[in-house]
């Protein structure tokens, strides 16, 4: 076993305002990535990130094998899907997402026997060898890789990752952050990640950096993940890659509090880390870029943090992505009778979820179970003025004013005080005395502003 090093003495960055929620992490940080069984059926949406959804591109009852793509980009932000497992199509159906977008899904019947299951399929995903020679790969091929793969941001934003690995010279890159935050409660799949397969984080960061033509590579870690931090420095060893330990505070994690908490560097309003010389890319999508361009595997499954004091057995799992949460948490033990409320994704950004055949997506990195305990069920009250949401808010926004104007449907205040700049990541509906549901306030507004315009 390798020496500890000594975080003790090493600087520890951070962004201003941001809360510290109960971090909750310990019900799975401690459970190793296990791999579900192949379900019986998956159910693929064709929106599973941010821009166009794809477009069909196989016919129902067609014989496929993992890995095939099944629908292919609609658009410059958009990106390919996959069957997830060998089966053969089915009619196509139509889901609700989530965030209550409708949308169509191809289903799949699995075949009782596929090429890759348990400890096989856990190998290919993150163990072996995943030395990478940047002399023989065309740095302009890989964010077409990324894009054959289809690969978007695996924290949960969704973002085609192509299009951040496309080299701009008019818009040079300077920095790569890796995002190894996992800021939210409960959720702890980057952790697991980074704590099992270290090396395919490496070799995607490497990956990244020859795309984009970055100059230095930063891997951002929150104080709270102490192993994982000395796994990271350890696997790294004399590689040109610096290790970053963040304060733990949400929202850590956020693109903009990132790059300002690493580098000092302010997003504009409106606008992208690219617009400051930097790209930022997290830990399950540097390790999806390494498995396509080393091993030719497109992204079919993803690590799937199922925590919560709601569940019976907690577990960090490797999923086909199309499959539902129903079989997903009965592989956990099911739910507890106490449980009281599904999220998909974290609490602070998640999404309650009431239908049980709510297929796993690109971007869900968990699910999450919560009971009553945790839930505020305090009734809303007027606005008491006391600013605390304000005095939160890591973008300096005015959340009240915001979710006022939307209440109202008022278009003028939604604009003036910057609606779109609002990244929905809870600060202030978590602070609220009042417990006024700003959030859900704020996403109506960017709605109406969106309509509206």
């Excluded at 799949?108 to 060898?129: H, N, T, V, W």
Aim: aromatic share 4%; glycine share 8%.
């Amino acid at each position: 076993m390798k020496a500890a090093i000594s975080l003790k003495n090493l600087p520890k960055f951070t962004f201003r305002k941001g809360i510290h929620p109960p971090e909750y992490k310990s019900y799975a940080e401690h459970q190793a990535i296990e791999v579900l069984p192949t379900p019986d059926t998956v159910r693929i949406p064709l929106l599973q990130h941010l821009g166009a959804p794809a477009k069909v591109s196989i016919e129902p009852r067609a014989a496929v094998k993992v890995g095939d793509i099944i629908a292919e980009s609609g658009g410059f932000i958009s990106t390919n899907l996959h069957a997830s497992v060998s089966g053969k199509t089915a009619r196509e159906g139509i889901i609700t997402l989530p965030n209550g977008r409708r949308v169509t899904t191809i289903p799949i019947k699995a075949d009782p026997e596929q090429e890759l299951e348990g400890d096989a399929l856990k190998q290919a995903f993150l163990g072996g060898d995943w030395n990478v020679n940047l002399d023989e790969i065309d740095a302009s091929s890989i964010s077409k890789a990324a894009l054959q793969a289809g690969i978007v941001g695996m924290g949960g934003a969704a973002f085609p990752s192509h299009v951040k690995l496309m080299r701009n010279d008019d818009r040079p890159i300077t920095d790569l952050i890796i995002n190894g935050c996992e800021c939210e409660p409960f959720l702890t799949a980057d952790h697991r990640l980074m704590l099992e397969s270290p090396q395919s984080i490496l070799a995607g960061a490497l990956i990244a950096r020859h795309a984009t033509g970055a100059t230095r590579i930063s891997i951002c870690i929150e104080d709270n993940k102490p192993d994982a931090i000395q796994t990271m420095i350890h696997a790294i060893g004399d590689r040109d890659i610096d290790v970053k330990i963040m304060r733990s505070k949400y929202p850590q994690g956020g693109e903009k509090s990132l790059v300002m908490a690493a580098l000092g560097k302010a997003i504009p309003t409106g606008g992208l880390p690219l617009d400051v010389g930097v790209v930022v890319l997290n830990v399950g999508t540097v390790a999806s870029l390494a498995r396509m361009v080393l091993r030719g595997m497109p992204l079919t499954h993803r690590i799937v943090t199922v925590t919560g004091p709601g569940v019976v057995h907690p577990k960090n799992l490797l999923v086909p992505i199309g499959t539902d949460f129903e079989t997903v948490l009965q592989y956990c033990g099911g739910l507890k009778e106490e449980a009281a409320r599904i999220i998909a994704g974290g609490p602070m950004m998640g999404f309650s979820v009431t239908d049980l055949s709510t297929p796993v997506t690109k971007g869900t990195s968990g699910i999450t179970v919560l009971t009553a305990k945790e839930l505020n069920a305090a009734a809303t009250t007027a606005c008491v003025r006391c600013g605390l949401c304000v005095d939160t808010c890591p973008l300096d926004l005015v959340p009240t004013k915001l979710a006022m104007a939307a209440r109202y449907k008022h278009l003028e205040v939604l604009q003036r005080y910057h609606v779109d700049a609002c990244m929905e990541c809870g600060c202030c509906a978590y602070q609220c005395p009042a417990n006024i549901p700003l959030v859900q306030l704020i996403r109506a507004g960017k709605i109406y502003n969106r309509t509206h315009s």
